[in-house]
């Protein structure tokens, strides 16, 4: 049942929890939706979109983490919205010395999160490879006691106890994992075998999208010109992050102790996710941004 999940404490705030999303949003059609849904939250204040390279990947493009600025930029354009976006570090972690990306990203992390008043933790939501905030921890570590990180990534069998850290958001910066891991930052994983829960067919998202407004027309257009562009389903990754850090009734978490490998202390790991509430959940938003009375103004 719902009501017996564990939620992780910091998930619930009496104030507005103040929250940078930071995303790999040209690597995957997921990105967008997962930001779109966080740029519309009401729950939070969102203070910053950063973007995140993919450089390592197979089908990675010259400038990923440059694409995925843009594409925020485009969203929030969409939107009208006048929250920030700022580029994160090109490409991963460096081998030695100065092991940091510095980058506006990683800076905005640190000032926001010494913003803060006491007490108070930035919620920095990592879809892709952990490289900015892991610089942000680099450069200035005090500001581990000052956020609390919710990254998409990994595996975890919670029935057996298993992790495997050989997926994609990993791969990108192996690194950023372990600095991230091996610090004291409060650290809650959505781990790619229970977020693969949340699936989408492209016949529902024609369906309750097409025709409504421009950016739910952009998120169509994506999801037809991307990356195996005949594809009907979808795993919609990243949003199964953004809706458990939303809506944490929406999701089961339990603290587990990490291998030593991956710093040997307790993390919070999702182990399930209300996946059906989650689609709701979005689709629900669509509808209520844009109505289709207001589409049908807009277009006539």
């Not at 991963?92 to 926001?112: K, M, P, V």
Request: proline content about 4%; hydrophobic content about 50%.
């Amino acid at each position: 049942m719902l009501a017996a999940w564990v939620v992780s404490p910091i998930a619930v705030s009496a104030t507005p929890v103040r929250v940078i999303v930071d995303a790999d949003t040209a690597n995957e059609v997921d990105d967008l939706f997962a930001v779109t849904r966080a740029a519309v939250a009401e729950e939070w204040d969102l203070l910053a979109v950063t973007a995140a390279q993919w450089q390592a990947s197979h089908w990675t493009i010259p400038e990923s983490m440059e694409e995925s600025h843009r594409l925020n930029q485009m969203i929030l354009a969409h939107l009208q919205s006048d929250i920030p976006t700022f580029r994160g570090g090109k490409n991963r972690l460096y081998d030695w010395g100065d092991q940091a990306q510095h980058s506006a990203a990683a800076y905005q992390i640190i000032r926001q999160a010494n913003a803060l008043p006491a007490g108070e933790k930035l919620k920095v939501l990592a879809l892709g490879s952990l490289t900015n905030v892991a610089s942000a921890l680099l450069i200035e570590p005090a500001v581990a006691d000052r956020i609390a990180v919710y990254w998409l990534g990994s595996q975890y069998d919670a029935a057996t106890g298993k992790h495997r850290i050989d997926d994609f958001n990993c791969m990108m910066d192996i690194q950023a994992v372990f600095k991230v891991f091996e610090s004291p930052v409060e650290l809650h994983v959505m781990p790619l075998n229970v977020a693969s829960a949340l699936t989408m067919e492209f016949s529902s998202v024609e369906a309750a999208m097409t025709g409504r407004h421009p950016l739910a027309d952009f998120l169509v257009d994506r999801w037809q010109t991307h990356i195996d562009p005949l594809k009907e389903r979808r795993i919609i990754w990243d949003l199964a992050l953004v809706t458990a850090a939303l809506k944490p009734d929406l999701a089961r978490a339990e603290k587990v102790v990490t291998p030593q490998l991956l710093g040997e202390r307790e993390v919070w790991f999702y182990s399930e996710i209300n996946a059906t509430a989650m689609r709701a959940d979005f689709f629900d938003m669509v509808a209520k941004l844009w109505p289709l009375e207001d589409a049908a103004l807009t277009q006539n």
